[in-house]
Structure formats: structure tokens, C-alpha cells
């Protein structure tokens, strides 16, 4: 079932098993404005909202079938916004994170994080290559919580936070954001550090259970 969002022509496709108008969330309605401010009122769909407890990661397609993810924290606050298919690029929004390429992003290596005997926090580093991402497994309990910085110290970075079953905890955010929440399973949790732009990207990484 296809409606019509409020105040545009952009075309909305429920996700729920019983779509109305209020199945789009605020928070997809801002990313739909923040496309057409882009791109125009070309009209399109909504694919799909992801929930967490720190964002919402909104995929949209517009009518050419140029896919969108879309980042926002509640208010709505646009936290990231890029084109991850389709023909052509976003344009870059001046702080580097909308120039990347477009496809899911090479996994250039995976480390496990280990604390030095008495401390609870450690203190990582790495420079990835454009469209790359590094994984950190980080062993932790249910009830614990998390703390991770991530700093960039050229090119914009994100970074997602897995759960043991693969669920996102934190679904990707710009690295001028820390993290600190209570983790909900035990097991080994998985920080990925990514690059989505065309250049090089250096970065340090603060880590830490409480």
C-alpha cells in the first residue's frame, strides 16, 4: 500500500503489517525532507525504518532508484545522510562524509581488544583505505556498559557497534559522536570503524567496560 506523506509527493511504502500514515515516523518525514532538499520533490519510497535506543537509520529509494540511508537521532536531528546506490554521488555536505563510494564497505582486518591487568579501558589506532572498515571484538556481560570514542584524525569516519547475535546495538554513526550505553547480551560485541570517503582516514579509538 503506497500513501501519500504529508505536505509533499513523496511516495511512502508502509514496512508494517498494517500501514496508516502514522507507521512514517518523524524521523523518516525528516529524511524525506533533507532528500528533496537534495535531489528534489522526485517522489520515492520509504524501504525501511531500523530502531535502536541511540538513532534510527531510515533507507529510502526515489523514483530514478537511487537508495538512501539516513541516519537521525530523535528530535529529529539529521545525524548522516548518503546515497548508497544509483547513479551519480551525493554531494559532499562540506564535512567529508557524503563523498563515498557507493557498496557496503571492505573489511580490512579484525583485532581483539584485551585490557591491561588492572585497567577496564584501552586505547586502539588505525588508518583505513577509502571504502574500508576495521572490526574490534570486545568480550563483555549483559549489564555492563560500554563506552567507545572514536577520533578522527583525517577524513570522516563512522563506526557501528554489533551485538553477539549480530543485532545492531548502535546502528553506524558519524565518529563525532561517543557511545556509552548498558550492553543487553553477553558474549563477544563488535566495533566496526569505517571509511566511507575517497580518502585516506586515520583515527583513535578510546574503549571501555564498567
Same mark, same amino acid.
Given at each position: ?52 535506543? *541511540? $538513532?534510527?537509520?531510515?533507507? +529510502? !529509494?526515489?523514483?530514478?532508484? =537511487?537508495?538512501?540511508?539516513? @541516519?537521525?537521532? #530523535? ?64 568480550? *563483555? $556481560?549483559?549489564?555492563?556498559? +560500554? !563506552?567507545?570514542?572514536?577520533? =578522527?584524525?583525517?577524513?570522516? @569516519?563512522?563506526? #557501528? ?50
Amino acid at each position: 500500500m503506497k500513501y501519500i506523506r504529508l505536505n509533499s509527493a513523496f511516495l511512502a511504502l508502509a514496512v508494517m503489517a498494517t500501514p496508516t500514515v502514522a507507521d512514517i515516523s518523524d524521523e523518516a518525514n525528516a529524511c524525506i525532507d533533507e532528500l528533496i532538499s537534495r535531489v528534489g520533490n522526485v517522489g520515492g519510497e520509504v524501504l525501511g525504518q531500523e530502531f535502536s535506543e *541511540a $538513532a534510527i537509520m531510515v533507507r +529510502l !529509494r526515489d523514483a530514478n532508484g =537511487s537508495v538512501y540511508e539516513c @541516519l537521525v537521532w #530523535s528530535g529529529p536531528e539529521i545525524a548522516d545522510f548518503r546515497q548508497v546506490s544509483g547513479e551519480g554521488a551525493m554531494a559532499d555536505d562540506g564535512g567529508g562524509a557524503m563523498a563515498g563510494a557507493s557498496g557496503p564497505p571492505v573489511v580490512s582486518g579484525t583485532e581483539r581488544v584485551q585490557f591491561a591487568a588492572g585497567t577496564s579501558g584501552a586505547a586502539l589506532s588505525g588508518t583505513l583505505s577509502p571504502n574500508a572498515s576495521v572490526r574490534y571484538v570486545l568480550g *563483555a $556481560a549483559s549489564g555492563q556498559f +560500554l !563506552r567507545v570514542d572514536v577520533s =578522527s584524525r583525517e577524513g570522516a @569516519l563512522d563506526y #557501528s557497534i554489533l551485538n553477539p547475535d549480530g543485532s545492531f546495538l548502535l546502528d553506524p554513526i558519524s565518529s563525532e559522536k561517543p557511545y556509552q550505553g548498558e550492553l543487553w547480551q553477553s558474549g563477544d560485541h563488535v566495533i566496526e570503524v569505517i571509511n566511507r570517503s575517497t580518502g585516506q582516514a586515520s583515527f583513535d579509538m578510546g574503549v571501555g567496560i564498567e
